[in-house]
């Protein structure tokens, strides 16, 4: 009979790491972004090229995170940069790394809409539900990181149904028609067009369709998804390629499509204002990377707000969710205690398994031993007392020998922690 084994992998750690709107500007976080459609084949990549267990990506405009089951953090900060084609040292000033409970606080906080540009916004919620389904899909979401988020999804609904946190919360979408305000009287008397059919530029539709505008057009590559959103708020639906033509016939344009380059640039905008006879345009992208080039915020009479922008306008409505953030910060430590403890208990898992295994090789021994003396037809009382014994001196052999070999203060701490093993009172 051998003896204990442990012969267990190395030990993989939790951490998030990446960047946001905190730590990096627009023009740096559109490098790294990462669009919808090709995250579960982007977390495919990365856990095939270095020595990742699990891995989720969570990229929006205002965050693109990791979250990971590593060794070392290091692999994935390098596999970002390589993905991107960017120098490791170019993205290092703004990337944090979050281990274990630092990076299941931010998780909970992320959800929760506490780190969020605009305090409150639930919109974080529906891209980290996204992260999952994507990594799901890759086969990278294990036992660790679908625990994590799942946890994430229910301190977020516990943080809304307890707190005045999300009360009168200000979404990017709310905010962008706030902007329109300052820049027109009555948005009732403006036409609309977004570029776009995806969530963001829903919910914008909803907000600005709420305030009555002349007009309402929805421009999208696909026509049938343009028509099929544009319906829905009593306005019509075009092809992106329609829209260089018409853009003069709107006076609020706002984008958010998943195209890697510009599509709306400064020439374009030039010619829609020589059309409108200098009349402004209100334009926000809300794409990352751009949609509307930067340059064209340069135009007079073309007033251009990023989602970096948004932020300055939040401030008077916010005052009444900060009261809400200690009761939910609060709510956020204690379930970020109730999940290290759930990690820590995971941790010695192996070494029950182990132990088990240890027993149960004991155990069928013995049986075995056992049916062979019944079937020489020795006396069955005495073969189960031979079993008995023979269960428990190998059961027991491990920690009495390690009992006898320690010496002075190990032995101490050896005889304690049996006596609370196995409940011996002495």
Known sequence: MQGFKRPFPAQMTLYALGLNHQTAPLAIREKVSIATEALSRAVGELTRARPVKEAAIISTCNRTELYVSAEQPRVAV???????????????????????????????????????????????????????????????????????????????????????????????????????????????EQNVLFIGAGEMIELCATHFAAQGPARLTVANRTLEKATSLAHRFNGRGIELREMPEQLHEYDIVVS??????????????????????????????????????????????????????????????????????????????????QFMHWMETRETVPVIRALREHAEQAREHEVDRAMRLLARGDDPRQVLEALSQGLTNKLMHAPTQALNDAQGEERRALTDLVARLFHVKR
């Open 256 to 337: 958010c499509t998943a195209s890697s380059l510009p599509i709306l640039g400064k020439g374009l905008a030039e010619r829609a204002l020589k059309a409108r006879r200098r009349r402004p345009i209100f334009m926000v992208d809300l794409a990352v990377p751009r949609d509307i080039e930067a340059e064209v915020g340069e135009l007079d009479d073309i007033y251009l707000y990023t989602v970096d922008d948004l932020s300055a306008i939040v401030s008077a409505n916010l005052d009444a969710r900060r009261s809400a953030v200690e009761q939910a910060e609060a709510i956020i430590e204690t379930q970020v205690g």
């Open 78 to 188: 390098d596999w970002l940069a390589e993905y991107h084609r960017l120098p490791a040292g170019e993205l290092a000033p703004y990337l944090y790394t979050l281990p274990e409970q630092e990076a299941v606080r931010h998780a909970f906080r992320v959800a929760s809409g506490l780190d969020s540009m605009v305090l409150g916004e639930p919109q974080i919620l529906g891209q980290m539900k996204e992260a999952v389904r994507a990594a799901e899909s890759a086969g990278t979401l294990g036992t660790t990181l679908h625990k994590l988020f799942q946890k994430s999804f229910a301190v977020a609904k516990e943080v809304r149904t307890t707190t005045q946190l999300g009360a009168n919360s200000v979404s990017m979408a709310a905010a962008a028609v706030k902007l329109a305000a300052r820049i027109f009287p009555s948005i009732g």
